[in-house]
T-cell receptor, first 115, second 117 residues
Framework: KQEVTQIPAALSVPEGENLVLNCSFT??????LQWFRQDPGKGLTSLLL?????REQTSGRLNASLDKSSGRSTLYIAASQPGDSATYLC??????????????FGQGTTLQVKP | NAGVTQTPKFQVLKTGQSMTLQCAQD?????MSWYRQDPGMGLRLIHY???????DQGEVPNGYNVSRSTTEDFPLRLLSAAPSQTSVYFC????????????????FGEGSRLTVL
């Protein structure tokens, strides 16, 4: 059974710092991996999607990497800002699910960026 | 485009009552799904649909019913509410349009916060 783990559960950093959020998964046979952002009381917003054949994706100050063989993904946030404060979730689609929207989520890392 | 719209945003039920959480998307997406989010448990898949008339169970389907009569709508029914169903419910659609390649990107609604007393 696929399990997704995110460490740490919470992180507090000063503004301007570069930081890395970690995601690990137990079954390397994934279809894709996504990183989401969730603000308090809100829904999830997709940040980056990495297909199983890709190694990384970039969007602005965000860079996500994928290493299927080790079952790991990292989300790198450059020059963090207070507006980056949110909960970040990673989720995988297992290989047998194609792209039907059957995601397995980690429990998230809650990030606080202090001015 | 409104994206994925969920109603109601908040609901309080008594044990044993039934209700329907509504979900609609205007992106002509083929795939839709329902998740529940609980503290310490993360998001878990309840039911999903790969097209009109086709639904299947996710990880935690018991106590819930779904149907997909149109591409746009995917309602979630609670048959007899229990306190264990107190949660935040999210509907999502996946970034695939009919006849096009599937990007795999999920679009989420704002959530429906349900309390069962």
């Amino acid at each position: 059974k696929q399990e997704v783990t995110q460490i740490p559960a919470a992180l507090s950093v000063p503004e301007g710092e570069n930081l890395v959020l970690n995601c690990s998964f137990t079954d390397s046979a994934i279809y894709n991996l996504q990183w989401f952002r969730q603000d308090p009381g809100k829904g999830l917003t997709s940040l980056l999607l990495i297909q199983s054949s890709q190694r990384e994706q970039t969007s602005g100050r965000l860079n996500a990497s994928l290493d299927k063989s080790s079952g790991r993904s990292t989300l790198y946030i450059a020059a963090s800002q207070p507006g980056d404060s949110a909960t970040y979730l990673c989720a995988v689609t297992s290989g047998g699910s194609s792209n039907t929207g059957k995601l397995i989520f980690g429990q998230g890392t809650t990030l606080q960026v202090k001015p | 485009n409104a994206g994925v719209t969920q109603t109601p945003k908040f609901q309080v039920l008594k044990t044993g009552q039934s209700m329907t959480l509504q979900c609609a998307q205007d992106m002509n997406h083929e795939y839709m799904s329902w998740y529940r989010q609980d503290p310490g448990m993360g998001l878990r898949l309840i039911h999903y649909s790969v097209g009109a008339g086709i639904t299947d169970q996710g990880e935690v389907p018991n106590g819930y019913n779904v149907s997909r009569s149109t591409t746009e709508d995917f309602p979630l029914r609670l048959l007899s509410a229990a306190p264990s169903q107190t949660s935040v419910y999210f509907c999502a659609s996946i970034g695939r349009r009919f006849g096009q390649s599937n990007t795999g990107e999920l679009f989420f609604g704002e959530g429906s916060r349900l309390t069962v007393l």
